[in-house]
Each structure stands twice: as C-alpha cells, then as structure tokens.
C-alpha cells in the first residue's frame, strides 16, 4: 500500500511508501522531476512530492518543504523521537540503486545537489496533512508513470518531426538560393559575352575610323 497526501499550499501530489519493500517500488516508478525526502542518518518512509510545472527543487517553496519535513520525520521510527532532525532532499532523477543494494537503499549520483533542512514536529500541520491522505496500490503508480512516460516520448516524437520538417526546409532554401545565384552568375556572363565596346568601331570619342566599312563605300 502506498499513501498520498495533497499539499495545502499549492495541492502537488506527495506520496510515500508503507515499508521498505514499497519504497523499492517508488524507486522504480517515480517520475525523474519528482523530490524525494529522507531523514538524514536514520531510517525512514521515502516520501516524494510530485512537482507542477514551473517548480524546481532548488526554489521550492518553504512551506512545502517544511510539509514534506513534516511527514518525512514522522514516518522514520527514531526520527519522530528527537526533537528535532536533518531532512534531506533531491530530485529522484539524483537517486542512484545498485544491485549490492539493500531493499529501499538508495545513494546518490551527484552529492552536490541534495539539499537539506532541519524540523521541529508541527502537530497541528501533520494534523491537517492527515486528512487529505489516501491509500493506493503500487500498480497504480505504474500505470501513471506508464502514462506520463508514454506522453513524454509522443512529445519527444513530435519535436523530432518539426525538428526534421525545419531542416529539410533549410536544406531546400538553400539550394534554391544557391541556384538563383547559379542563373544570377549565368546572365551577367551572358551579357559580358555580346558586348561590344563603341570605341572599336568608331574610335576614341564616338568618330568613325572607317577602317572597318571601307569595303562597302
């Protein structure tokens, strides 16, 4: 079973599996985009939140992280115990499963982007958080990442054709420049080839020499 929330804030998705064994199956089927969240140093539920479009990690609203802190601390067994604990977070596109891995473990790709915030538990807010939760099964999540996951290459497929429609544009604009430069050359040579300069009949000045005529006086 795995449990969704709905943020007060800006009502993304959060979801967050029951156990370790449905952690695993968020690994294998959350979006790239998606945040996930972890207590620091402690065991706890992977819990995700599903970003809009127009939301990146690195500006998220606080009162969403601080929502996402909220559930992460009360769903790790030592971390709901201290007063206050570390919550770590980054894309899920950064998580990292190897095969010497532990079910529900995950590392990193790149350290540099996993960012961090301290919590306090806020009763009155996981309160609230509470009554927005709902149960799914993980095969519906797979049939949602199945989806986005079939819309994102139908999108990629498009952009290609426009993409190949612009090029073969390009290349047929310029053959066809190049080719009125081909006639543009073509005429200007024919011209030079049929004239004659006046001079050469007539001499210097427009007067006729005669020497060219002479045969028919």
């Not at 990690?57 to 790790?76: C, G, R």
């Not at 310029?174 to 001079?199: I, T």
Request: no cysteine.
């Amino acid at each position: 079973m795995v449990y969704y929330f709905t943020s007060l804030v800006a009502s993304n998705v959060i979801y967050m599996g029951k156990d370790k064994f449905e952690n695993e199956d968020l690994i294998k089927y959350h979006f790239p985009e998606d945040v996930w969240f972890h207590v620091d140093k402690h065991s706890s539920a992977h819990v995700y939140l599903r970003m809009s479009e127009g939301q990146a990690v690195d500006t998220l609203d606080p009162q969403i992280v601080e929502e996402m802190a909220q559930i992460t601390k009360e769903n790790s067994i030592q971390g709901k115990k201290e007063p206050m604990v570390k919550i770590i977070y980054t894309l899920a596109s950064n998580l990292k499963k190897t095969g010497n891995m532990d079910t529900g473990e995950v590392g990193f790709h790149n350290r540099n982007i996993v960012y961090s915030t301290a919590v306090k538990r806020n009763k009155e807010l996981l309160n609230k958080l509470r009554k927005t939760q709902v149960e799914i099964y993980p095969q519906d999540l797979k049939a949602v990442k199945d989806e986005r996951d079939k819309k994102e290459r139908d999108t990629k497929r498009k952009e290609q054709q426009v993409k190949t429609q612009q090029e073969k544009e390009l290349i047929e604009k310029k053959r066809v420049e190049k080719l009125e430069k081909s006639y543009d050359s073509m005429f200007v040579d024919s011209k030079k080839g049929n004239k004659y300069d006046v001079d050469d009949v007539f001499g210097e000045g427009g007067e006729y020499t005669g020497s060219d005529f002479d045969d028919f006086i």
